[in-house]
């Protein structure tokens, strides 16, 4: 269906830790076009809410949100509203 990409990392201000952040990307491929998303992932299966952000082709200029649950499950899915 698509690819995510999950990262975090540390702020470091002055040569010390002063906070954490984090977050996830997920392109979700659809009719040879591409739809991107954006949110703040902590971890677990519970629901995520993402940001539509744009894509390619007719999704160039997309918003929306999309709800992702029982994420990394058998059952897990997704619900997006797409606005162009």
């Known amino acids: ?5 999950v990262y975090s990392g540390t702020a ?3 040569g010390r830790s002063v906070g ?3 977050g996830s990307c997920q392109v979700i491929h659809v009719a040879g076009e591409d739809l991107t998303m954006q949110s703040l992932w ?4 519970s629901s995520l809410d993402m940001a ?8 160039r200029n997309a918003r929306g ?8 499950t058998p059952n897990e ?5 797409i606005l162009r």
């Not at 899915?77 to 509203?81: D, I, N, S, T, V």
């Open 77 to 81: 899915r997704l619900r997006a509203e």
């Open 1 to 5: 269906m698509g690819d995510t990409h």
């Open 20 to 22: 954490r952040g984090g």
């Open 12 to 14: 470091i201000g002055d």
């Open 42 to 45: 902590s971890g677990g299966t």
């Open 52 to 59: 539509i952000t744009g894509g390619t082709g007719v999704y």
């Open 65 to 72: 949100t999309a709800r992702s649950w029982d994420i990394a």
